[in-house]
């Protein structure tokens, strides 16, 4: 999936199961976050609370905290 951002920049996100395993995420719980990351609802089985964020200023804003830079 690609979200375009302004000044045309791109973000490309990472595969379901790429997110799934940095996430951390049981199995047995996969296809309740995938139907969420479509549908974008809470995922509220696991012992923490997702929340599908689909801003694209507000990915790159949590992206940033975790030491992405921007390539100008």
């Not at 995938?34 to 790159?60: C, H």
């Amino acid at each position: 999936m690609k979200i375009e951002l302004k000044k045309g920049r791109v973000v490309i996100m990472a595969t379901e199961s790429i997110l799934l395993d940095a996430l951390r995420i049981p199995v047995r719980y996969a296809d309740e976050v995938l139907e969420a990351m479509e549908s974008k609802k809470k995922v509220k089985k696991l012992d923490v609370n997702f929340e599908i964020v689909d801003d694209p200023e507000e990915i790159l804003r949590i992206a940033k905290n975790f030491g992405y830079k921007e390539k100008e």
